[in-house]
């Protein structure tokens, strides 16, 4: 049974970090590439960030909004994928979703508040 589980999510003062958890089971977590996803109110659901599988050296992609701000990691040991944010915004505040597609099948976590506001 493929679980994933968001942690680390907070109130932040803008310019401030803060640092996303995902932990992940059920599956061969290293086989997969990992995305984090973000949804404010109001807005559809947007990706923040992609990190390969291993096979694919853990290649990463960024949308362009977090780009120098966000860095997306993983440890295949500890089945974790982490997403450092730094330099918060405002308009950063979202519940950050983490998700995984194991081929036909797209499974999410159940989301972690993420407020930027002074």
């Known amino acids: 049974q493929v679980q994933l589980v968001e942690s680390g999510g907070g109130l932040v003062q803008p310019g401030g970090s803060l640092r996303l958890s995902c932990s992940a089971s059920?599956?061969?977590?290293?086989?997969?590439?990992m995305s984090w996803y973000r949804q404010a109110p109001g807005k559809e659901r947007e990706l923040v960030a992609i990190?390969?599988?291993?096979?694919?050296?853990?290649?990463?992609t960024y949308a362009d909004s977090v780009k120098g701000r966000f860095t997306i990691s993983r440890d295949n040991a500890k089945n974790l994928v982490h997403l450092q944010m730094s330099s918060l915004k405002p308009e950063d505040t979202a519940v950050y979703y983490c998700?995984?597609?194991?081929?036909?099948?797209?499974?999410w976590g159940q989301g972690t508040q993420v407020t930027v506001s002074s």
């Open positions: 998700k995984v597609r194991l081929w036909s099948s797209t499974y």
């Open positions: 059920g599956f061969t977590f290293s086989n997969y590439a």
């Open positions: 990190i390969g599988s291993a096979g694919s050296a853990g290649t990463t």
